[in-house]
C-alpha cells in the first residue's frame, strides 16, 4: 500500500517558494516565488533581493530614511525574480506560488507573461494602496488569485540520509 502522508502539490511548490525565500540576504523580509507550469513542472524560482552583480555588502538594507539609503530602490521581488529566472520564456497559463500577495509592480510582470493563478499564504497589506491597485489589475486580467490553507502547519528538512 502507498504511503498517506505524502504532501500535496500545493504544499510541494509552496514549499519550494518558502526554501527559495531562504536565500534573500533582506534582514527583514524575505519571500520566495516558485513558477509551475500547466504539467506541474516547476519553470521558474525566485527571491527577493539586489540584482546580479550589485553588491549585498554596498547597498543598503534599510526600510527607512531617505529613499536612494533604503533598500526599495534597489531590491527586486521573488516574484519578478522567478519570472526572470525561468527556464522557459512561455509561462502562459502557469501558476506562481509566492508567501505574500504581490505588489503592484509585480502584478504587472505576472500579467505580462502570462500566469494565470497565483496562489499565496499571507495578503498581510491588503488594503494598502499597492495591493488594491494590484487585484485591480489582476482581476481584469482574469488572473485566479487562491489564498492556500495548507493541511499542515510545517515540513520539516533533514540534511541527514540513512543508508
Keep these: 500500500m502507498k504511503r498517506q502522508d505524502y504532501i500535496s502539490w500545493d504544499e510541494y511548490f509552496m514549499g519550494v517558494a518558502l526554501l527559495s525565500a531562504d536565500r534573500s540576504k533582506d534582514p527583514n523580509t524575505q519571500v520566495g516565488a516558485c513558477i509551475v507550469n500547466p504539467d506541474k513542472k516547476i519553470v521558474g524560482v525566485g527571491y527577493n533581493g539586489f540584482?546580479?552583480?550589485?553588491?549585498?555588502?554596498?547597498?543598503p538594507w534599510d526600510r527607512?530614511?531617505?529613499?536612494?539609503?533604503?533598500?526599495?530602490?534597489?531590491?527586486?521581488?521573488?516574484?519578478?525574480?522567478?519570472?526572470?529566472?525561468?527556464?522557459?520564456?512561455?509561462?502562459?497559463?502557469?501558476?506562481?506560488?509566492?508567501?505574500?500577495?504581490?505588489?503592484?509592480?509585480?502584478?504587472?510582470?505576472?500579467?505580462?507573461?502570462?500566469?494565470?493563478?497565483i496562489v499565496y499564504l499571507s495578503d498581510k497589506y491588503d488594503g494598502t494602496d499597492s495591493v488594491i491597485a494590484s487585484k485591480r489589475m489582476l482581476n481584469q486580467a482574469g488572473v485566479s488569485l487562491r489564498k492556500l490553507e495548507p493541511g499542515r502547519k510545517e515540513i520539516t528538512i533533514s540534511f541527514v540520509v540513512e543508508a
Excluded: M
Aim: contains cysteine; aromatic residues 8%.
Design 51 to 59: 540584482p546580479s552583480g550589485c553588491d549585498d555588502d554596498v547597498l
Design 64 to 117: 527607512e530614511g531617505c529613499f536612494l539609503d533604503t533598500k526599495y530602490p534597489y531590491v527586486c521581488h521573488a516574484e519578478l525574480n522567478a519570472i526572470l529566472n525561468s527556464i522557459s520564456r512561455d509561462l502562459k497559463g502557469s501558476t506562481i506560488y509566492v508567501a505574500l500577495f504581490p505588489c503592484n509592480e509585480c502584478a504587472k510582470a505576472i500579467i505580462q507573461a502570462g500566469i494565470k493563478e
